[in-house]
């Protein structure tokens, strides 16, 4: 899967449930939150203040490391 800006959130962890702890990682608890159903991983960078940028290159890293 590929996963970008736009992607959903809930489309990655349906996907690619080993991504929840990069989400995790830097206090995303997506699977709680009511809005993970149809918010971008851009749209959750701005609302935690992380750069969407290295948020993908973590998460693909360590989505590649698996």
């Excluded at 996963?3 to 959130?9: A, G, L, Q, V, Y």
């Excluded at 449930?17 to 971008?40: K, N, R, S, V, Y």
Aim: glycine fraction near 8%; charge should be negative; charged fraction near 20%.
């Amino acid at each position: 899967m590929e996963i970008t800006r736009e992607s959903k959130i809930s489309d990655v962890l349906t996907n690619c449930p080993d991504a929840m702890p990069a989400f995790q990682a830097i206090g995303m608890h997506c699977m709680g939150c009511a809005l993970a159903g149809e918010e971008t991983i851009e749209q959750a960078c701005a609302a935690h203040g992380i750069d969407p940028d290295e948020f993908l290159d973590g998460l693909n890293d360590y989505l590649l490391s698996l």
